[in-house]
């Protein structure tokens, strides 16, 4: 059991009951999720109970590990699997390809990461998704080069001041990376706090 407490964040809590509603209905003839980036672990400990058919799979660099360990010690679900390391551009673990995950979801990663980091993590769903999988990738995003509200342009500010390679990504180019590995948007939900989910398909065999 872990030793450190469980880390929070409100974030999380306040978004993952519209999340959830989605992902109810796009993983429901799945059965098994890779998380990539899971963070806090938050979502992973509140999503698998309600998704029992789904193993839910967490993964994240090693510095985040054991806060994801610690949720899960003090909210265990039968079907949460042993967190694992997975850098996005480093290759990836045995854990996460095999048996290869049939749903994919990440959450607020795209616009912490750099885009060479976003461009890996696409290359790497196109290696290991099935074909007629899902990919859910839940954040914000600018359409047409644009801010979609005042607040995303206050986050996007202090997002590049943090770290000048992290910030808030064009939908368009998230588009041309799915394409280009066989992922088809299948909706762009509207979400709250000026977030949105972007629903994928895989369309090509692996």
């Known amino acids: 059991m872990s030793s450190i407490p469980a880390p929070f964040s409100q974030a999380c809590e306040n978004n993952r009951e ?14 098994r999720v890779l998380e ?3 963070g806090t672990g938050q979502h992973s400990v509140y999503f698998a109970p309600q998704l029992p058919h789904l193993v839910w799979q967490c993964s994240d660099q090693p510095q985040y590990l054991d806060g994801i360990r610690a949720w899960h010690a003090k909210l265990p679900a039968s ?16 854990a996460a390809t095999e048996p290869a995950p049939d749903a994919i979801y990440s959450a607020n990663t795209a616009h912490i990461m750099s885009q060479p980091m976003v461009e890996a993590m696409f290359t790497g769903i196109g290696k290991v998704l099935q074909s007629g999988g899902r990919f859910c990738l839940y954040g914000p995003f600018n359409y047409r ?29 998230i588009l041309m990376l799915a394409a280009a590995q066989g992922l ?23």
Not at 18 to 31: H, N, T, V, Y
Not at 148 to 158: I, Q
């Open 145 to 173: 080069g644009d801010y979609s509200s005042n607040s995303n342009r206050v986050f996007d500010a202090m997002l590049r001041q943090r770290d000048p390679q992290s910030g808030i990504r064009d939908q368009e180019w």
């Open 36 to 38: 990539i980036g899971s």
């Open 184 to 206: 088809e948007l299948c909706q762009d939900h509207a979400m709250p706090a000026n977030n949105r989910l972007l629903e994928f398909v895989r369309k090509t065999a692996r």
């Open 79 to 94: 079907n949460l699997a042993e967190v694992i390391t997975l850098e996005v551009c480093s290759p990836w673990p045995q």
């Open 18 to 31: 519209p999340i959830l509603k989605i992902l109810k209905q796009a993983f429901s003839g799945c059965r």
